[in-house]
């Protein structure tokens, strides 16, 4: 079958600054994809240039099989782009808005409205549907906007950072949205730095960073490749947190992470439970008042850490509802 | 969430023509416009009030030969309106730039001609809404035909044309820009053209080297064609030349920033 995206070595360069070193990727039919990296990792680049808004300066890249540069017109009949902004006229109402685009499309005017109808109601904006745009919420323009790329029923959807600056509630909904259209039957690409985004969403994902894919798999092999459990334990006492590091360099693996104004300290172990049989006895013996303790498989953050050697930078908004992994 | 919708079916080789992508385009820019008060009215208070300000405050100060003040004046506001009328595309293109709205239209099967001839095609039509605006005030606070109906008609559509040509002056600033704020800022280069220009009181009174720039500019040209055009020969014998003159330098002026604006848009919107 031919794969959804196929990139070769792509290369792109802004000025002195370069953004894709190299990438190469493989998307299947019938997968998720999300693409996870740091801001200026080359997330928006790789989707822009899969989106035929940018010419890429090497290297390959076909998309169902038309190549970006030969047959741009005939990627853009199969993908729709969902952007980091909402890109919905404000003044214009939602079912305007679905229709303008459906239009655009080349449907006639009823395949636009039903389109549009069926597109507002898989998003649950119908009751919203006549009500100019500059009146909804953050959450119901991006919902929108995902609509927008949805009328002309693409092949491949592609979401640039979907959920960037939503609250947590308006951001589940959006999940769902998503999760809805994957059951129908549509590829996704999907940009993302939060990594429980990833994690929830695709079911393969390609770690990049300056350009290049630095990891592949499915969300359980990376952690696998990563490799090694964590054991994390919450200390009761400020006090107890060196010692505790230090009761726990037994069972570990590495160096113990004490991480202070959590109370939390963190160490890589082995596969199994024996290590948590170690770390409880060695916590006890040095009399330490614990007030929880976790064996758990290394989240993305971890993984991202143990591959690249550098830890994902998180987003700062708490806002967000993004707290750190 | 609703329940999952069948599969939308799909024509093969879908796509719509330049025509009705640019038309559906265009349609958006003008429900932009309509449905934001502050631009329709804030824009229309702005001309009357600065019509006023001129007719009544400078007027008396202002001499204009053989004309009515009045009637010197007004074809410059109308001309000068269009500019500002105009003004807005700038930023509104490099807001459409900014939130992503152009990358929507680009990653769409349409022809990218149609993004920019939609703009220009929306902004042409509110340079019809500004230009009835002005010429109603104009009529307002006294401005009369003293030439042909049929030569009045000419010079609305000189101006449309005129407007046309600067509206892609405009688009192009947008496309630079890189910010609607910077977008207005670079848009507001057309003062110097505005008012070192004929539009207002006679060239005649400028400093000499200011009067070599005034003379020959397109404001200038077009403002003078619109008086000829609805003065008659009272404005030919204070301009020193008939409608022929002045129409022919409007045209060559609109299809110059024409020929210079239109390409570099369009290589600047290609290269994304």
Redo the contacts between chains.
């Keep these: 079958m031919t794969p959804t995206i196929e990139a070769t070595g792509l290369r792109k360069r802004f000025g002195r600054t370069v953004a894709l070193d190299g990438l190469d990727l493989v998307a299947e039919p019938g997968q998720v994809l999300a693409v996870l990296g740091p801001n200026g990792a080359g997330k928006t680049t790789f989707v ?1 240039t899969v ?5 890429p300066d090497a290297g390959e890249l076909a998309v169902a099989g038309h190549d970006v540069r030969r047959e741009p ?1 005939a990627v ?2 199969v ?3 969902a ?7 404000p ?2 109402t939602g079912r ?1 808005n679905l229709h ?2 459906a ?5 006639d005017g009823r ?1 636009a409205r ?2 549009s109808a ?2 507002l ?4 904006l ?1 009751g919203a549907a006549d009500r ?1 745009a500059r009146t909804y919420s953050g959450g119901m323009r991006r919902k929108l906007d995902l609509g ?2 949805l ?3 693409p092949r491949l959807l ?1 979401l640039d950072e979907p959920t960037t600056g939503l609250d947590p509630r308006s951001r589940i909904e959006l999940w ?2 998503i999760g ?1 259209l994957v ?3 549509t590829d996704v690409l999907l940009t993302t730095q939060y990594l429980d985004e990833a994690d929830h969403l695709a079911s393969r994902i390609v770690i990049i960073d300056h350009g290049r894919v630095v990891a592949a798999g499915t969300p359980g092999e990376l952690k696998q490749r990563a490799g090694r459990n964590v054991i994390e334990v919450h200390t009761r006492d400020r006090a107890a947190l060196a010692r505790a590091a230090a009761g726990l360099a037994g069972p570990g693996q590495d160096q113990p992470q004490v991480e202070e104004a959590t109370r939390r300290v963190r160490v890589a172990v082995a596969a199994g439970t024996d290590p948590l049989r170690d770390a409880l006895g060695a916590l006890d013996a040095a009399g330490i008042a614990v007030e929880d303790i976790s064996l758990r498989p290394p989240t993305l953050d971890e993984v991202f850490l143990a591959l690249t050697g550098q830890g994902l930078e998180q987003p700062t908004e708490t806002a967000a509802g993004h707290p750190a992994a | ?2 329940s ?8 093969a ?4 023509g330049l025509a ?2 640019t038309v ?2 265009a ?2 820019g003008l ?2 416009f309509l ?2 008060p502050q631009l329709v009215v804030v824009g229309t208070i702005q001309s009357a009030l600065f019509l006023l300000i001129f007719r009544y405050v400078f007027g008396g100060a202002i001499g204009a030969g053989g004309l009515d003040y009045v009637d010197f004046l007004v074809p410059g506001f109308i001309t000068t309106g269009l500019l500002f009328a105009g003004m807005g595309a700038a930023a509104g293109v490099a807001e459409d730039l ?4 152009v ?8 022809p990218r001609s149609a993004v920019l001839a939609g703009r220009a095609m929306a902004d042409t039509a509110l340079l019809v809404w500004s230009l009835a605006i002005t010429s109603a005030v104009g009529f307002a606070v006294g401005f009369r035909l003293h030439g042909g109906l049929a030569d009045a008609l000419a010079a609305f559509g000189l101006l449309l044309v005129f407007g046309f040509a600067f509206e892609w002056m405009f688009i192009t600033l947008g496309l630079f820009a890189g910010t609607p704020q910077a977008a207005q800022g670079l848009a507001l280069m057309v003062f110097p053209l505005t008012f070192v220009s004929s539009a207002y009181v006679p060239v005649e009174s400028m400093p000499g080297w200011m009067q070599a720039f005034a003379e020959h500019q397109p404001v200038t040209v077009m403002v003078d064609a619109v008086r000829v055009l609805t003065q008659g020969p009272a404005a030919e014998a204070l301009l020193g030349h008939g409608a022929g003159f002045y129409v022919t330098r409007a045209l060559a002026w609109s299809a110059a920033i024409l020929a210079v604006f239109v390409p570099l848009a369009v290589a600047r919107y290609r290269r ?1």
Excluded: H
């Design positions: 822009r989106a035929t808004l940018l010419r017109g853009r009949r993908i729709g782009l952007g980091q902004y909402a890109a919905v006229e003044a214009m305007e303008l685009v239009r655009l499309f080349g449907q395949t039903a389109s069926r597109v109601d898989l998003l649950g119908t100019l927008a790329s009328v002309g029923a592609l769902d949205a809805a059951a129908a039957g | 969430m609703a999952i919708p069948a599969p939308v079916p799909v024509p080789g879908r796509s719509a009705a992508s559906g385009i349609r958006r429900l932009k449905r934001t900014e939130q992503g709205f990358d929507r239209l680009r990653s769409l099967p349409i994304g």
